[in-house]
């Protein structure tokens, strides 16, 4: 697979860094379910004094591999570089050090001859129960939203609005169906759905474009309603059902 080979190349010329003391994956090729399609999230743990340095040779790297279409820069969790190279292949390189490395997600260690990573836990992608509970009242305030939008004929803010609830979804969805992996959301949501579960899904997102409205939006309540009661009684208990009903209720009776 081209990321694996562009990995390879990268690393090799990174080892022989003097500011980089560790070099790892994480997302999809950290977890093993990469395919054709995935980007690469290449991470550099280098040593404070050197950061600067380093940050000054990172293009010089990653053309070890090809050259570069397209390249930016950013901040999320430390330096980063947003690379696109002349094959199309997208990569993301982050620099970070030991005061600033987060355990978040799984990680592949590539390079670590000081163990920095020996202890690293990785945080889960599962969701909390409070999480679930916030993410229906997000939905339920969500609908009321919707139905001032739709009344006001304002149908593609509407199609917006009910794009936002098929997020909140699907995040439930996950929950119920892959819930080690609640937290990517729609990413591969075709992999991990029985397949009926999938096309009501896909048919109900089908429905949500502005010239198919209310009834798409109708046919997410359908699944939600349906995840509603696979829910735990106890998080069943701490829902604004009352709420919910009612909001529901006024998004059926608009077809």
Known sequence: MEQW???NIL?????RDRAVRSVFLKGSL???????YSDIDLYCLVHDQELEGFLERRLDHLKQYKELQYWSEANFVGPQIVAVFSNGLHLDLYTVTVSTLQQT???KVLHDPEGLLADFKGSSFEVSKAEIVRAIESLTFSLLEFEAAYGRDNLIWASRLASHISGDLVLLLRHVY???HARLGFKKINDFLPEDVYQAFSNAIDGIGPRNLPLGLIKLLDLLEDIISKLPAE????LNM???DFMAARIRALK
């Open 178 to 180: 892959d819930p080690k």
């Open 105 to 107: 997600d799984a990680v």
């Open 30 to 36: 950290a977890r093993g379910d990469e395919d054709q």
């Open 242 to 244: 009352p709420f919910y």
């Open 11 to 15: 690393v090799e010329s990174l080892k």
């Open 5 to 7: 080979k562009a990995v």
């Open 235 to 238: 998080m069943i208990d701490k």
